[in-house]
């Protein structure tokens, strides 16, 4: 499957963004879908992910309250709607894909995605 993220860009500190990221592929229904971030000299970190099975959510600590990830099966598309960014929001955030059916936990490890995107710069201003 092959995943394009778009929407970032540049937003005041307390903006907001929504990345969207559409998936090929008639089976995107049967992919669990993850949103990661990469800060610069930074290691790629887990965002939130949403299950293909029951819908179930699961965030980062950081993002909790602030960010919602979302799916459109019919759209082939999931995604992330930030609210109140902050300037530690600031990276690279990337769309991942994977069929695995593990615990929550787990699909916050970035090994258990197969799939990647390209990536879309977000860049949050104080």
């Known amino acids: 499957v092959q995943l394009v993220e778009s929407g970032g860009g540049l937003v005041p500190a307390g903006g907001s963004l929504r990345l969207s990221c559409v998936a090929s592929?008639?089976?995107?229904?049967?992919?669990?879908m993850g949103w990661f971030r990469q800060a610069p000299g930074k290691e790629r970190e887990f965002v939130a992910t949403?299950?293909?099975?029951?819908?179930?959510?699961y965030y980062a600590d950081s993002v909790k309250g602030r960010f919602t990830i979302s799916r459109d099966d019919a759209k082939n598309t999931v995604y992330l709607q930030m609210n109140v960014l902050k300037p530690e929001d600031t990276a690279v955030y990337y769309c991942?894909?994977?069929?695995?059916?593990?615990?929550?936990?787990?699909?916050?490890?970035?090994?258990?995605?197969?799939?990647w995107g390209q990536g879309t710069q977000v860049t949050v201003s104080s």
């Open positions: 949403i299950t293909w099975i029951s819908g179930g959510t």
């Open positions: 592929g008639r089976t995107f229904s049967r992919y669990t």
């Open positions: 991942a894909a994977t069929t695995a059916v593990v615990r929550m936990r787990r699909l916050a490890a970035v090994e258990e995605y197969d799939y």
